[in-house]
């Protein structure tokens, strides 16, 4: 497996990656429209993967195949974490770490890295939450991203891992 920077060929993928999680985000919200579509403070879906893309912000892993395993996002300006989604039919802890520690690479870890994660009790999302711990990152609080509920974790400057 190996991490390649996304482009707008990969766009279809990214939207089916994340379509994969919609029944962890329909868990807080029954009408995924301003998910995907944003609102008056967030942008749509489609603009925010066009805009990851322009600025070499988006990662994705893929296998021998050149198939997508999971896509990660980041935000350099606000040294954060975006985006961040294996695919189910994928080994979670090989991907999730493979793109984790990328993140991380391309991110400045003497100031906190902060990321939010769809609040869900499921098993996918259960595994990510114990990746990211093991990364170092910590519970924060919970709060409202186009309309769902996601918990927001925090990374320490110079963290360990």
């Known amino acids: 497996m190996k991490i390649r920077t996304v482009n707008t ?3 279809s993928s990214w939207l089916l990656l994340s379509k994969e999680y919609d029944r962890y985000v329909q868990e807080t919200a029954i ?4 998910w995907y579509e944003g609102n008056d403070t967030s942008i749509s879906f489609d603009k925010y993967m066009k805009a990851k893309i322009d600025k070499g912000e988006a990662f994705m892993a893929v296998n021998e195949n050149n198939d997508c395993c999971g896509i990660i996002a980041i935000s350099k300006k606000n040294n954060n974490i975006t985006f961040w989604g294996v695919s189910h039919g994928c080994d979670f802890e090989l991907t999730g770490e493979l793109l984790l520690s990328y993140a991380l690479s391309q991110l400045n870890k003497s100031i906190c890295i902060k990321i939010s ?3 869900s009790e499921a098993k996918q999302i259960q595994k990510a939450y114990a990746l990211l711990n093991r990364f170092g990152f910590i519970y924060l609080c919970d709060t409202l991203e186009n309309g769902i509920t ?3 974790l925090e990374r320490a400057p110079d963290c360990p891992q």
Do not use: F, R
């Open 9 to 11: 060929l990969d766009i």
């Open 31 to 34: 009408n995924l429209t301003e």
């Open 117 to 119: 994660e769809v609040k």
């Open 150 to 152: 996601v918990s927001c």
